[in-house]
């Protein structure tokens, strides 16, 4: 009994309960999916404030905030997407802020039946399929086709590349063994599940241009002040070490 | 404009509408004729690709069809690949996505034809295969030009499903839809709109057709 006549109370405290904590809205790169909710958890310890975030592909995101999505802050897989949100005055100046760089590795399963993962994994031929991002769009693609250039591989494997929307579902592609290989994030490749069913090689960084990541600051956003409070945070030693635990490089 | 893109796509609606109908008139004969206490629940599993987020339809059948369960691995023997990233796969999606299309505008139809029709034909001896396919189909003939165009354009449009288990391969699950996605995000906003007027005017011309084929027989009558 005692339930049903609290019950309305809870709820509407709880519905009360965001509204009435000062918040702001994250758009962030799918790559930071594995990183980033326990970095905002503690922010919201140290400043009281909360980060509502969306993950998604960094192109994507860009489309949304130029038509309008009512975000506060962006965080960038590549500096290009928040170079394009300051240039058509949606973002400020004068340049992204680098927080970070993104590292390129080869995952496989343990299970695969293939060798571990080298660069010498991606001549055999027993590699039927290999998960790449959109070069067109994601970072990480852009970064993965560079690497196979380089290496001359980019022609033979084209056939072979299933090409996924994002950094995020170019892992998924390749921990449901769909695709027996995958040129992912090293952020992905630490998540606990894909670190227990899985092995990595980290693809040497004179074979792409540095993933460099990029976080501005929405002109439109009404709530600056927190904002900038979350990327200082970001960019704080002991965070920027935590970051480096879970695949991303420190700026600094 | 990606040719390959829009043949693929032809070629991936047509496939799915034809299975689709082999499929969907032996279920909707057996949801209306059918006694049994089951059907209900056959008719609610038809019905469930309209609940679910094509996305997450995709995403279950990538893992599910994957090489990491039975059912995968026994396709993957079969076929030497996974179902994932191919041309069948996509159809297996498709059939799966677009089967409340066929089957929904089928059993009204069905339903529609009068019992005492169906009861005459049994007196007289038809059997029940005889009854659905001299009776129930030829009366309920503009239901099954609309299963039939609904499963086409619907398949056509499909989006979430091929996202999640195509790949983006060009000439096996490169479709339509995932062009203009790639060019909306892509920021190339005038070959996005040239892709959608292309959807937009195979969808306005497949309609126009059975609604005028509807008014040529005089009438919205089943």
């Known amino acids: 009994m005692k339930l049903n006549r609290f019950f309305p109370v809870f709820l509407i405290s709880a519905l009360i309960a965001p509204l009435s904590a000062q918040s702001i809205r994250l758009a962030a790169a799918a790559d930071l999916q594995p990183v980033l909710p326990p970095v905002l958890a503690q922010f919201q310890l140290a400043t009281g404030i909360r980060v509502e975030s969306t993950y998604q592909a960094s192109a994507m995101l860009t489309t949304q905030i130029m038509n309008g999505a009512p975000f506060d802050v962006f965080f960038s897989a590549d500096l290009g997407y928040p170079k394009r949100l300051i240039d058509a005055g949606l973002a400020e100046g004068p340049a992204p802020i680098t927080y970070a760089k993104g ?23 027993g590699l039927k399929r290999l998960a790449i991002a959109n070069p067109e769009r994601a970072p990480y693609g852009r970064a993965a086709v560079a690497a196979l250039n380089k290496l001359n591989l980019y022609e033979v494997l084209k056939p072979r590349l299933a090409t996924a929307e994002n950094i995020a579902q170019a892992a998924q592609f390749v921990d449901s063994g769909n695709a027996d290989a995958g040129l992912i994030s090293l952020t992905s490749a630490l998540t606990p599940r894909m670190a227990s069913s899985g092995s990595y090689f980290v693809i040497p960084r004179d074979l792409y241009p540095p993933i460099e990541q990029g976080a501005v600051i929405l002109s439109k956003s009404q709530q600056r002040e927190q904002a900038h409070k979350l990327l200082e945070f970001l960019l704080s030693a002991p965070v920027q070490d935590e970051l480096a635990k879970s695949g991303l490089t420190p700026v600094h | 404009m990606d040719w390959q893109a829009f043949a693929l796509t032809l070629r991936l609606a047509t496939t799915t509408t034809a299975i689709l109908l082999v499929v969907a008139v032996p279920l909707a004969a057996v949801l209306v004729l059918g006694r049994s206490r089951w059907l209900p629940l056959v008719e609610a599993l038809a019905a469930l690709p309209l609940v679910l987020p094509p996305t997450v339809l995709g995403f279950f059948l990538l893992v599910l069809l994957g090489p990491r369960t039975p059912i995968g691995r026994g396709i993957t023997a079969l076929l030497g690949h996974p179902l994932a990233f191919s041309f069948t ?100 906003y005038a070959a996005a709109n040239h892709t959608a007027a292309i959807l937009l005017a195979l969808s306005v011309t497949a309609l126009a057709a059975i609604y005028m084929n509807g008014q040529m027989r005089g009438g919205r009558r089943a």
Not at chain 1, 103 to 125: A, E, Q
């Open chain 1, 103 to 125: 590292t390129l590795v080869l995952w496989i399963r343990k299970d695969s039946g293939l060798p571990p993962p080298s660069l010498d994994l991606l001549r055999n031929p």
């Open chain 2, 89 to 188: 796969g996509l159809v297996v999606g498709s059939v799966i996505y677009s089967l409340p299309f066929a089957v929904q505008p089928l059993v009204a139809g069905f339903a529609a034809v009068g019992p005492e029709l169906v009861d005459a034909a049994r007196l007289l001896g038809a059997s029940s295969t005889r009854v659905v396919f001299s009776l129930l189909v030829p009366l309920a003939r503009r239901s099954l030009i609309t299963a039939a165009v609904l499963s086409f354009l619907h398949t056509v449009g499909e989006f979430g499903v091929v996202l999640m288990l195509g790949g983006d391969i060009p000439g096996a699950t490169r479709t339509l839809s995932i062009v203009l996605y790639n060019q909306v995000e892509n920021f190339d």
